[in-house]
């Protein structure tokens, strides 16, 4: 009788976590679209109603500069897009307008990190995105997908870096492809090095996986599989009919990222549906899509290999909207909450692992991954910590823009907001949107190109952001 009750409980919990991301999917979609009609309804009564308008030209920034001034990569995270995508609506809330100098990728919603990584580089480098003979042969998709004929910022190397900003799992995203780069795994670009990147400013960042995932669908005994019945079957359903269907019109307006495993109808017909949806074919089949690469136990095993580098600066800005009522962790409140994060983020600050399966790594407690922003849990998004903690030091959001930075180490500040406060819709957070912003970018502009010239001026600014009374425990002081 119990067991039955808790499937009840189960199937009810699928439903609402359905109503409400489709409610909240459909109204991005329409936001979207009805954007792009007001505006071409806005720009047709103008052509026809005023005079063409006087162009002055515009100050162009000199060479030089603009060698001098490196691109800054936003990076989307989980169900996110890129410009161009949902016509005019913007995943970054216009921040991307706030300098001349931004590239917004589009990295597809849901396929894995590792995929997201090899299409960053040729988005940006330029060629046929190439996802690896050995990794299309295990996950059963082509080696070959889009093709850039031009690179977005072909002159990039070592000499010509960049900033990159990752949004949840953009941030992972962001620090695989620097192993990558460090690893010089992309055929016909031998000179690949971490030094390619600049700095990595992680924004409610997926460092160290979430909880939510389990909540979501995904089984705490491997982190890969999914449930028989979860919000992520219905998803998983949901997406291969939209990619078999293959309609031009939506798959221009949004689009999941998996053209390299030739879903379509015309390519995969009736028996490759069939295929995908039992299981035996796909993204999903074989895990190789993002959702996975979100459990903790993924986290481990990815960020055994990936480094924290000596010449790339690191800033993390992690969320938090939870607060303690007695000895539990709760929601802050349910108004200021996102609809579409509340429920997720009181069951996260409900979860506890299951007592019979053995903890994801060594030292896991159920009460570190309490807090949360609804998506994923604040202890996650500080620094990479798990299975071994990186050079790190608390940063307050407000910091003198004098003082003394230095590559190689983890900088996180904790911000009260919920994970989806920053981007989409700008009005939701208003000034504090400015502030952040701003000050990422400033600090992209200014502070990056500082150099610490002697071991004197070293000693001095370790001293200066080192909190450590006696043992150093943040890792500052192995840099002395």
């Not at 995929?115 to 003979?133: E, N, P, S, W």
């Not at 019945?229 to 291969?240: F, G, K, M, T």
């Not at 590559?407 to 406060?421: F, K």
Request: net charge neutral; hydrophobic share 35%; glycine share 8%.
């Amino acid at each position: 009788m119990w067991k039955v009750t808790l499937g009840y409980v189960a199937i009810a919990e699928v439903i609402v976590s359905i109503v409400v991301h489709l409610s909240y999917a459909l109204s991005i979609f329409g936001s979207a679209v009805w954007i792009d009609v007001m505006s071409i309804l806005s720009a047709s009564s103008s052509s026809s109603n005023s005079t063409p308008p006087r162009h002055k030209p515009k100050k162009r920034d000199s060479s030089d500069d603009k060698l001098l001034k490196a691109p800054i990569v936003l990076v989307h995270g989980i169900f996110g897009f890129g410009k161009g995508r949902l016509g005019s609506l913007s995943y970054w809330g216009g921040a991307e307008q706030r300098d001349d100098r931004i590239l917004v990728p589009d990295l597809g919603a849901l396929t894995s990190i590792h995929d997201r990584a090899r299409v960053l580089f040729y988005y940006l480098k330029g060629g046929t995105v190439d996802y690896g003979f050995e990794r299309s042969q295990q996950f059963g998709h082509s080696q070959f997908g889009r093709i850039y004929d031009q690179g977005h910022y072909p002159e990039w190397d070592e000499n010509h870096p960049i900033h990159i900003v990752g949004h949840s799992t953009g941030a992972q995203v962001v620090r695989v492809l620097q192993q990558m780069l460090a690893e010089k795994a992309f055929a016909g670009h031998k000179s690949t090095s971490a030094d390619w990147v600049l700095s990595i400013t992680s924004l409610s960042g997926a460092l160290n996986g979430t909880t939510r995932v389990f909540l979501d669908g995904i089984c705490p005994e491997d982190g890969q599989t999914m449930k028989s019945i979860s919000l992520l079957q219905v998803l998983r359903v949901a997406v291969l009919l939209y990619e078999w269907l293959d309609i031009p019109a939506l798959k221009r307006y949004y689009d999941f990222g998996f053209d390299h495993y030739n879903l379509p109808w015309h390519k995969a017909g009736m028996s490759g549906l069939r295929d995908t949806m039992l299981g035996r074919s796909g993204p999903f089949a074989k895990g190789n899509w993002v959702l996975p690469d979100l459990s903790i136990q993924y986290a481990v095993e990815v960020n055994k290999r990936l480094q924290t580098y000596p010449n790339t600066y690191y800033f993390s800005y992690a969320t938090n909207h939870t607060r303690k009522v007695f000895s539990q962790k709760l929601p802050r409140s349910f108004l200021g909450t996102h609809p579409l994060l509340f429920l997720r983020a009181l069951q996260m600050c409900l979860w506890r692992h299951p007592s019979h399966l053995p903890p994801p790594y060594e030292g896991y407690r159920d009460d570190d991954w309490q807090d949360n922003d609804g998506a994923l849990n604040t202890v996650s998004q500080l620094y990479p910590r798990i299975p071994h903690e990186h050079p790190h030091c608390e940063l307050d959001i407000e910091f003198n823009y004098d003082q003394v930075l230095k590559p190689g180490i983890w900088y996180y500040t904790t911000l009260e907001a919920d994970h989806v406060y920053f981007v989409i819709n700008r009005d939701r957070a208003g000034v504090h949107f400015d502030v952040l912003y701003d000050g990422i970018f400033q600090r992209c502009r200014t502070q990056m190109k500082r150099v610490l010239k002697s071991s004197q001026t070293v000693e001095a600014a370790v001293k200066s952001i080192c909190v450590c009374e006696n043992e150093c425990v943040c890792g500052l002081r192995l840099f002395e």
